[in-house]
């Protein structure tokens, strides 16, 4: 009885063992999650957006910041008073060009500043969309008038769970309406977009929210860790 006792108590410290050092295995290893992000189809009309999207608005005729590097920077805000960063590099239209709100939903490139006048209004080109501090779950867009004959447009959205590019073919010289949103609960971190075009309009976002601090690797290492040395001592 003693001897059956003894062997059972053996199995369940082995296989407490065991599964402490599963888990502190799956911690040291990152998580393959089944995120992707949903390319809607290019629109010249804008379809039903879903509920809770706040748009982005923009104070009528300000500039944009230059930052360096052909770079400039104009932020907007949503109803709630979400901060949203717009960052465009235009050095692929006619070199350093002036970002500019012409409208509080529309925001253009331009070779003159202050006051822009639209007669020189250039291509927008690279953009760039993130929040303070927060992230998104879906948005979209206008990109209105193709620029020059450009057809095309190149998406990049880094996520929680990684980077997904995509390229939209087809775009006109009216409205090209962009839906773009994230599956599995994820989030979006930032958009960008290289094409050339006149305007973004109507730009949108919903289910914005606050940034979480995620544990840096090396702290799940460590934590793993710990765990297979409680697993080793009890063992002794």
Known sequence: MSGSGFRLGGIVRHTTLRLIAVLGLTLLVPTLGLADVIWGAVSSTLPSPPPGE??????????GNYIGNSTYLITGSTIDGTTVHITTNNNN??????LYAIATNELRANQYPEPPDPSYDTSLDELTISLSE?????TYMSLSGAFAGTT?????????AGTFTHRYDGLGSGNNWVFIRTTSGDTMQSVSLESRFWALKD???SEIDQVEIVPEPASLALFGSGLLWVAYKRRK
Not at 54 to 63: D, K, N, R, Y
Not at 93 to 98: I, K, R
Not at 152 to 158: D, E, K, N, Q, R
């Open 54 to 63: 706040l748009a982005v608005l923009f104070t009528s005729g300000i500039l």
């Open 93 to 98: 239209s006619s070199g350093v060009d002036h």
């Open 134 to 138: 927060s992230t998104f779950g879906d």
């Open 152 to 160: 095309t447009a190149l998406f990049t959205v880094v996520t929680n």
């Open 203 to 205: 730009l949108h976002l």
